[in-house]
């Protein structure tokens, strides 16, 4: 059965006009302890302040009174730096909408005046273009990053007005998506950005509004992209998506954010137009990038050059990008295709992604981050210079800034937001897709009132208690998610499940419960043999969590690349996190690296601890490593 939603100014950052499932919002679904609560708790604390502080520190927020001055050989940053204060801006926003934080509405205004006394009369607003002494608007599309600048700032407003604020920033977003109406609409410029990302915002702003204009530029955009209108360059066409229509291509390729904002913009403007063939064809894109394209970790983009995504099976460990934001488009798009389709995995790579990409990026102080999320480092990293901002993809350690900054506010704002990806209601049930700690009260699409608490140790442990705290007349349904690597190893009160979804429908009172467990075991995951980067290695997952080896945890002076798994090894837990039997290899040192028998001899066993991914480099400077490799019987 498909929902319609009506109620657009509801504070959740994805609301399709119909689709399978209805998301719960920020007033409907609380985080109230455990893994993610505290990471939430520690953004709003730490990491929003800190993104704040440094853009303030380097310029891009004073790039808004240079242009104001006329001091615009004074900019810093790159050609997309404003930006990164509209994700900030975001990121308040949803965080003002949680909390109700007064300081944060303040901030939020403060920096929204200094955005509209740039603001043209025509509604353009940009600090590196069209102002005396810089080139004039739209002269580098390819490049500019204009377009996907006002995308981040119409979605900035989109979370100040569903979580009901109507004020300076949505009026200033609002005429800047009225001037990109106007500038590329039928009668306007037959042009794309290099940077899809004002696609997904214009869906979000029609949905919030009721404009169908801004739905249908955003369709507009759709069409134009691929027929080569941008310039080719060294990486081709396919780097921006601009080398076939989306329609015609077969599996995302290029840079890998670019892709996934395209690829999310794409399903919001299938479901909202009601292009059931659309939806097929980038849900069948995006499944065939998770079956050939992306790591156990779920991150997406195995090429340093490009930040783009490899060919089918290119996914060298050690030089994975993996870049954050990319994480982050795959969750948007991942998340999308659930809403719409009602299909559970589409929540496994949600969860996936979050626990081993967006989770790895901030430090557990949370004011320093990774740009990208390689799964095996040789050397150790160097710790970053607290006092500047850090090259993005050199910094072996976390890094309290970047010369490009697009991932600590992006972590930032879904962070915020997080609660919003936790669960969905029909007409007749609630659907639990994350398990975390929350207390989750909505209206079912019949009209009936619910209110739920879930508590979990989860991920550490595989207890998930659903108690009704305030039951609706008459059956209902309450579903819970089953993990891919939990099917036909988990129980609903008791019950074998066998599927991916654990569901209970009847009458409920106040004080009833439903009880799921899942198998959070650790268990060794060997790769797809094309895979050559990884052959012959094994990798250790317990519950969601991808575990690694840190040399932090070996000998002293042993590094991770004379760990060898033993051939029965069998993962298990211990008190001090997931164990592994194996041993340090010796290897015979010549001047040439090639010869015809082995260079290595086995050598002392090794019981080796393993730590969760998300955790690594939190201890200092190490080498890392995911894959290991694995003797055979």
Known sequence: MSVTTTATRRPVPVIPARGALRPLG?????????????????????????????????????????????????????????????????????????????????????????????????????????????????????????????????????????????????????????HVCVEFGPSGRDDVCGHPEVEVALVELARTTGEERYLEQARLFLERRGRGSLPDIEFGRAYYQDDVPVREAEVLRGHAVRALYLTAAAVDVAVDTGDDELLQTVRDQFARTLARRTYLTGGMGSHHQDEAYGDDFELPSDRAYSETCAGIGSVMVAWRLLLATGDTRWADVVERTMYNVVATSPSRAGDAFFYTNPLHKREPGEEADPDAASPRALSRLRAPWFEVSCCPTNVARTLASFAAYVATVSDDGVQIHQHVPSRIATTLGDGREVELEVETSYPDGGDVVVRVVAAPAGEVSISLRVPEWSVGR????????????????????????????????????????????????????????????????????????????????????????????????????????????????????????????????????????????????
């Open 26 to 178: 920020l007033d409907e679904v609380e985080l109230t302890g455990g893994f993610w609560a505290e990471r939430q708790r520690r953004n709003a604390e730490v990491s929003i302040p800190h993104c704040d502080h440094w853009e303030s520190r380097v310029g891009w927020i004073d790039n808004f009174r240079h242009a104001l001055a006329g001091t615009v050989e004074q900019r810093t940053g790159r050609e997309f730096a404003d930006s990164d204060v509209y994700k900030l801006l975001e990121a308040m926003a949803w965080e003002s909408g949680r909390t109700s934080d007064p300081r944060l509405d303040a901030r939020i205004e403060e920096i929204a005046l200094l955005v509209e006394a740039v603001q043209d009369d025509d509604g353009y607003v940009s600090t590196k273009y069209g102002r005396p002494g810089q080139e004039p608007r739209y002269s580098d599309l390819a490049w500019g990053h204009e377009l996907y600048c006002f995308g981040h700032l119409i979605q900035a407003a989109v979370a100040r007005l569903r979580t009901g604020h109507d004020d300076t920033l949505v009026r200033v977003a609002r005429r800047a998506a009225d």
């Open 490 to 633: 988990a129980s609903l009160d008791g019950e074998p499940v066998d599927g991916p979804v654990a569901t209970t429908r009847r009458r409920f009172a106040a004080g009833d419960e439903v009880r799921l467990r899942l198998d959070v075991q650790p268990r060794l995951t060997v790769a797809d043999d094309r895979v050559d980067a990884v052959r012959g290695c094994a990798a250790v997952e317990r519950g969601p969590l991808v575990l690694c080896v840190e040399s932090t945890d070996l000998p002293a002076g042993v590094g991770v690349d004379r760990v060898r798994l033993a051939a029965d090894a069998v993962p298990r837990d211990l008190d001090d996190g997931v164990h592994v039997s194996g041993e340090l290899v010796e290897r015979e040192e010549g001047p040439w690296p090639y010869r015809s028998r082995p260079a290595t001899t086995p050598g002392a066993t090794l019981d080796v601890r393993l730590v969760p991914y998300h955790d690594w480099a939190n201890r200092g400077p190490s080498t890392m490593r995911v894959w290991i490799p694995q003797d055979r019987p």
